[in-house]
C-alpha cells in the first residue's frame, strides 16, 4: 500500500492557463476528497467523490474548476484560466468503505501551484 | 455547520518539556475528532481521532488527545517533546460521512533545544 499518490508536486503556471492535477488513491478506498490549503490556513475543502459520483461541492470550486473521477479510481482536479488567487496547495484524500474505519481520511503530499 | 478553533498560532516549548494544543470545535450532533501533523511542504499525516468511548485516546509518535463534551475540547498532549515534533498541527472535526471535515488554522510548534 503506496498511500496516496499526488502528480505533479510542484507546478509553475501563468496566469490564464490551465492546469491539471492527478490523484490516485489507496487502493479499494471508494471515498476521494479535493482540499485547497493556503500559507498559514488550513484545508479548506473542495469536493468529494464516493466511486465515481461526485456527491459534494464546496462553493470555492468555482465554474473554472472541475474535477473527476470516471472509473472511480483516480481523480483529476483542473483549474482553468488560472489566476493568481490560486496559488496554494492542493491536497488529495481518501477514505475506505464503511463507518467507523471510514470516517478516516488519509492525505497524500499534496500539489504545490504557483500562479505567475 | 461545523467549525474548529485552535487559539494558539504557535508555541515554543523546550525539548523534554510537556505539551498541550488546544482544540475548541463547534457541532450540532456527536463530533468525529481528528488531530494532523504536517511538516513543512508535506500533506498531513493523522495522529490520532476520536469517535466514540474512552475519551482519552492514544496516538502515534506519544501522542494523546482528550475529547471533553462540557467544554466542546479536544486537546492534544504529549509529556515529553522531542526536536522533531516540530510541525504544524492541525485539529478538525468531521461528521459520520466525513463529507465536509473542517480544520482549524493550525499551530505551529517550535522546539528549542
Known amino acids: 500500500d503506496t498511500g496516496v499518490s499526488q502528480d505533479p508536486r510542484h507546478k509553475i503556471t501563468k496566469r490564464g492557463q490551465n492546469v491539471t492535477f492527478r490523484c490516485d488513491p489507496i487502493?479499494?478506498?471508494?471515498?476521494l476528497y479535493w482540499y485547497r490549503q493556503t500559507l498559514g490556513q488550513g484545508p479548506e475543502f473542495l469536493t468529494y467523490?464516493?466511486?465515481?459520483?461526485?456527491?459534494?461541492k464546496s462553493r470555492l470550486l468555482s465554474d473554472r474548476f472541475s474535477a473527476e473521477r470516471p472509473k472511480g479510481s483516480f481523480s483529476t482536479l483542473e483549474i482553468q484560466r488560472t489566476e493568481q488567487g490560486d496559488s496554494a496547495m492542493y491536497l488529495c484524500?481518501?477514505?475506505?468503505?464503511?463507518?467507523?474505519?471510514?470516517?478516516?481520511?488519509?492525505f497524500g503530499e499534496g500539489s504545490w501551484l504557483t500562479v505567475v | 455547520a461545523q467549525s474548529v478553533t485552535q487559539p494558539d498560532i504557535h508555541i515554543t516549548v523546550s525539548e523534554g518539556a510537556s505539551l498541550e494544543l488546544r482544540c475548541n470545535y463547534s457541532?450540532?450532533?456527536?463530533?468525529?475528532l481528528f488531530w494532523y501533523v504536517q511538516s513543512p511542504g508535506q500533506g498531513l499525516q493523522l495522529l490520532l481521532k476520536?469517535?466514540?468511548?474512552?475519551?482519552l485516546v492514544q496516538g502515534i509518535k506519544g501522542f494523546e488527545a482528550e475529547f471533553k463534551r462540557s467544554q466542546s475540547s479536544f486537546n492534544l498532549r504529549k509529556p515529553s517533546v522531542h526536536w522533531s515534533d516540530a510541525a504544524e498541527y492541525f485539529c478538525a472535526v468531521g461528521s459520520y460521512n466525513n463529507n465536509d471535515m473542517r480544520f482549524g488554522a493550525g499551530t505551529r510548534l517550535t522546539v528549542k533545544p
Open positions: 467523490f464516493q466511486n465515481e459520483a461526485q456527491l459534494e
Open positions: 457541532y450540532g450532533a456527536t463530533p468525529y
Open positions: 487502493s479499494e478506498h471508494n471515498r
Open positions: 484524500a481518501s477514505s475506505p468503505p464503511g463507518t467507523a474505519s471510514g470516517n478516516t481520511i488519509y
Open positions: 476520536y469517535f466514540s468511548g474512552d475519551t
